[in-house]
């Protein structure tokens, strides 16, 4: 299991106008640089069924955590690369990732929605077996209840700081009889920026900002998705 250190990660959310000042804040007032190709990420988020993760959330709850499945490529023309089970949890305005690299690459696709989570549990069964292997588990009783798909720039500066932009973000409501790339689509028409930095470079990023003139927010693709659905209440 990968482990992560605590980072901050600020989120700004943009129309077509609001992108391009921060483009231009990106390109004349800072060192930041293409890190790495755009690439097609895809998330599906894992919840129970009364949907603690959101519960949690919307009550402001300090130290909690999504479960959710990583990939990257076009799902819809069966490309997949890089599967993994990952926790992103917070604690405050702090957060980090676990990942797990799953040898389900060639099932994934075709298995149907109801059976993804007992796909996920048995493949994990042979780590459990390891006495590195977290408490921090895949449950069972965990659904599959949204599928997130965007492109992402990456962009990292001199000092190690990264930005990534998403832009085309999808949500997906999967349907259990469908597979992963089945189920109703909303498009969400706003670009997302974000800023990841280490705790030691806070003075660093606050005075990097100035110029931008823009003020992050607290933001979640997980509700945005599940709000365009009527599954919770997220502005």
């Known amino acids: 299991m990968s482990q992560h250190v605590d980072r901050y990660e600020l989120k700004f959310i943009f129309d077509e106008a609001k992108l391009s000042q921060a483009m231009h804040w990106l390109h004349a007032h800072t060192s930041f640089r293409y890190s790495f190709p755009i690439r097609k990420v895809n998330s599906l988020y894992f919840d129970d069924i009364s949907y603690q993760s959101v519960r949690d959330n919307l009550a402001g709850i300090a130290h909690r955590k999504k479960t959710r ?13 890089g599967l993994v089970l990952e926790f992103k949890i917070k604690n405050g305005r702090l957060g980090h990732k676990k990942t797990l690299p799953l040898n389900i690459t060639d099932k994934f696709l075709a298995t149907k ?8 549990e048995s493949s994990l069964s042979s780590v459990r077996s390891e006495a590195k292997y977290s408490p921090l588990v895949f449950k069972d009783y965990l659904i599959p209840t949204l599928l997130v ?5 990456y962009y990292e500066d001199n000092h190690g700081v990264r930005i990534t932009i998403d832009s085309t973000i999808t949500f997906r409501s999967p349907i259990a009889s469908a597979n992963v790339s089945g189920g109703l689509l909303s498009a969400y028409p706003h670009y997302i920026m974000e800023i990841k930095f280490p705790i030691e470079m806070k003075a660093y990023v606050s005075e990097l900002l100035r110029p931008l003139h823009f003020t992050p927010k607290r933001h979640s693709k997980y ?8 599954i919770a209440n997220y502005i």
Not at 113 to 120: C, F, G, Q, T, Y
């Open 149 to 153: 798909e965007y492109a992402r720039e």
């Open 113 to 120: 929605v109801a059976d993804i989570s007992r796909l996920v």
């Open 69 to 81: 499945l990583r990939w990257y490529g076009d799902t819809s023309s069966g490309e997949i690369d």
């Open 223 to 230: 509700l945005a998705g599940l709000s365009c659905f009527g």
